[in-house]
């Protein structure tokens, strides 16, 4: 089983350069083909003391959008052709507020959709935090968050799988097998398996270790109590001491009307990750 087909959300910031980085590697390693996506906004025509923006202000800013988009795909396009990877360019232009619905059309003929984690010094955090749940709430495949500080090895040789017994543990465990069959060392880790119990099995873990054997990947089962910590936390932690590349989990979230909120556990992962993890809801 291979990936063959990436979408990887692409801008101007260095945060996502690093992501870009690493979606190219990827693409280089499955010998996949990798679309571009480049989100660029509408510009907003906001009503100040009854009187609407000028039209030319509007075509100006219009103008310096996309002037700053062509920028940014020439960019890619130069990174791409230099890696001599099958590259597809591909750009949308929509207010901010349908950013993620245009994120989901787009990540639903993927395998994969690969995404930068927010940089907590950017303005625009928050409108990217929708991004990240739109790529693996929205589209029915899963999503690649790669940390704003780079990746620390991609293809990962490490890869930690979380696992509470969910459909969405399981979803993401098989969306991952590619990544799995490829790496030196795979560890199931299961967080406070008592408060689980029959999710888990009478033996945490033995029966999902049984399963990914047939696949040809040998698993360490790691359980764990997170304490005093978040599980969210304790995840982190385990990751960062086993040396883990790549962190598998389900995604988590809730509906507020037609905007998708994290769960607790997601969003602190997403939020303080520091090795690239793959969600799949």
């Known amino acids: 089983m291979r990936y063959k087909d990436f979408l990887v959300v692409v801008d101007g910031k260095s945060s996502n350069s690093k992501c870009l980085d690493a979606a190219i590697r990827l693409a280089e390693t499955f010998e996949a083909h990798l679309s571009t996506l480049l989100m660029v906004p509408e510009p907003a025509n906001p009503v100040v003391a009854g009187v609407p923006m000028p039209a030319e202000i509007l075509a100006e800013q219009r103008e ?24 597809e360019l591909r750009k949308e232009t929509a207010m901010y507020e349908l950013w993620a619905d245009r994120l989901a059309r787009q990540g639903r003929h993927a395998d994969l959709t690969i995404i930068a984690q927010p940089d907590p010094d950017d303005d625009f955090a928050s409108e990217h935090t929708v991004m990240i749940e739109a790529a693996f709430m929205q589209t029915g495949r899963p999503a690649l968050v790669i940390p704003y500080i780079g990746p620390r090895n991609l293809p990962p040789e490490r890869v930690t799988v979380c696992w509470d017994g969910s459909r969405e543990a399981a979803r993401a465990m098989h969306d991952s097998l590619p990544f799995l069959e490829n790496a030196r060392e795979t560890t199931l880790l299961i967080v406070n398996p008592e408060k689980l119990g029959a999710a888990v099995g009478e033996l945490p873990g033995a029966d999902v270790a049984a399963h990914l054997a047939r696949h040809g990947i040998n698993v360490e089962i790691r359980t764990i109590a997170s304490g005093e910590l978040s599980p969210g936390d304790a995840i982190l932690g385990e990751a960062s001491d086993q040396g883990t590349d790549l962190l598998v989990m389900g995604g988590y979230g809730h509906s507020r009307l037609r905007e998708m909120v994290l769960g607790g556990v997601t969003r602190r992962i997403t939020e303080t990750m520091i090795v690239p993890v793959l969600l799949s809801h």
């Open 64 to 87: 310096q959008f996309e002037r700053s988009a062509a920028e940014t795909l020439a960019a890619v396009r130069e990174r791409g052709e230099r890696a001599g990877v099958s590259l």
